[in-house]
């Protein structure tokens, strides 16, 4: 959940920050990246690498702080979160506030935390990140017993599971705090300074970039990186793009998918080589 | 033995840093060579994934695309050469590539298969089938080449295009020669691909 979020401790309340937090962007996410590598004399990154948010990170980097980094790997990623992305962190929070437990973000103290609303959360959440297909292939129709509930029981295998994925869920992961993170994945746009034109928001880059996508993922489709891409070649040079053959959804830069690897690697090994490293 | 003639030839025709785009590049190869005799900024388009992480792991740049739907993405004159080598044939839409690329590299370098070779038409005319030879292989209903054509079709639809043919060469697998008058009957005849310097007119 990052480094201080909304159930970190606030130094002068002694209590936990809750909704007094206030409401960061991938910006300021990447602020305080810089900050940790000055501090640290360190005048340019060899390359920054990140999934989904964390490809909003490369590209903030890429964009904002071209300098700074050699090479760029933003994977699974897009430029701005598309309206179905933030219908769907909508209906997580939605779950969250509206659990009786929430009480306006102060739970801390409370015996009764917000599971079920974030529990909810994370079930809709993992749906968006497997693909049709692989759903289809792993559960199919394939019940957890011969008889019916006949009533609403999780009698479908794919029910346990989403149950299973949801309880496990909210024993590592604060409530306010997936309200706050997904804020701020809806609120980036790469764009909003240049009036949606995403080549002028790369125009003083200047890093080797690698963009990543997947087959199946419907989340971050590869729709959005070729829109990258397409930014790119006007201003920049120096682009690779790989749609990697995969069926596991957006969760695949997470997982071992063929090919995937390797071409990271070869990426990695070969702007090493010419960076002289 | 063709790659290298082929290698050296494209090379020789490439200014030192020049910004260069390899259209259906496949493994890098060419691009790999040109950037060490030549210090090119290179890039490449490939349609398959293995292509492209091959390529990828040579550290050149190059993305994964399809001459027929991609090359739109790029501005105008965003190279100094482009190149298409063995690849029209196998486009979809050969005139809208050949017309993107003419807007998008200054110098074009471009090479066909000819189908006016001498040992296709002996082929049709004596076995009465579709030729398949070392360079054309793969049988009529598998093959990817779609859109063959003679040296003299290439250059007919140029003119058409108002393209302008700078230099042609043909490849004797031995050596390369340049070809003084390209639209010749015996050009037709004895090179077994085309290759053209092209640029708009």
Not at chain 1, 148 to 162: I, N, P, R, T
Request: glycine share 6%; hydrophobic share 40%.
């Amino acid at each position: 959940m990052g480094t201080t979020g909304p159930s970190s401790i606030d130094i002068n309340t002694k209590l936990q920050y809750g909704m007094k937090f206030p409401i960061f962007t991938i910006k300021d996410i990447v602020n305080t990246q810089i900050a940790l590598i000055d501090s640290l004399k360190i005048n340019q990154l060899f390359s920054v690498i990140g999934g989904s948010m964390g490809g909003m990170q490369v590209l903030e980097w890429a964009s904002n702080h071209p300098t700074r980094i050699y090479s760029a790997i933003p994977i699974a990623t897009s430029y701005r979160h598309s309206a179905q992305n933030i219908a769907f962190h909508e209906v997580g929070r939605q779950a969250i506030m509206n659990d009786p437990n929430w009480n306006k973000g102060n739970y801390y103290s409370h015996e009764q935390k917000p599971r079920h609303g974030l529990s909810v959360a994370r079930m809709i959440a993992h749906i968006t990140y497997l693909s049709e297909g692989a759903f289809q292939k792993k559960f199919g129709r394939d019940m957890q017993s011969k008889v019916l509930s006949w009533g609403f029981e999780a009698d479908f295998q794919v029910e346990s599971y989403l149950r299973h994925q949801g309880t496990s869920f909210v024993d590592r992961f604060d409530a306010n705090s997936y309200l706050y993170i997904t804020r701020a994945m809806d609120y980036f746009d790469l764009t909003s300074k240049y009036n949606g034109d995403l080549s002028v928001a790369f125009k003083n880059t200047k890093c080797k970039f690698l963009i990543v996508s997947f087959t199946s993922d419907w989340l971050f489709p590869s729709s959005e990186s070729l829109a990258i891409v397409k930014a790119l070649n006007k201003t920049a040079s120096d682009i690779s793009f790989v749609e990697v053959i995969s069926d596991k959804g957006h969760d695949s830069f997470l997982l071992e998918v063929e090919g995937f690897y390797q071409i990271l690697s070869g990426f990695i090994s070969g702007a090493a080589r010419k960076r002289g490293l | 033995m063709t790659n290298q003639l082929n290698e050296s030839l494209i090379s020789s025709l490439i200014e030192n840093n020049a910004k260069v785009l390899d259209i259906g590049c496949g493994t890098g190869d060419l691009l790999y060579y040109l950037e060490k005799k030549k210090n090119i900024n290179g890039q490449g388009i490939e349609i398959s994934q293995k292509g492209v992480q091959e390529s990828v792991s040579k550290g050149l740049s190059v993305i994964q695309g399809d001459a027929d739907i991609d090359l739109v993405n790029f501005p105008d004159n965003a190279f100094d050469v482009v190149i298409l080598s063995r690849t029209l044939q196998a486009t979809h839409k050969p005139k809208e590539v050949l017309i993107e690329m003419l807007r998008i590299g200054k110098k074009c370098i471009i090479s066909i298969p000819n189908f006016g070779y001498w040992k296709y038409r002996l082929q049709m005319l004596f076995y009465g089938i579709m030729p398949m030879t070392k360079t054309l292989s793969e049988p009529w209903y598998s093959t990817p080449n779609i859109h063959l054509c003679t040296i003299k079709d290439f250059i007919n639809m140029c003119e058409i295009l108002n393209i302008s043919i700078n230099a042609t060469y043909r490849n004797t697998n031995y050596k390369i020669k340049k070809i003084n008058n390209p639209n010749s009957y015996t050009n037709n005849l004895l090179s077994i691909e085309g290759i053209f310097v092209i640029s708009k007119k």
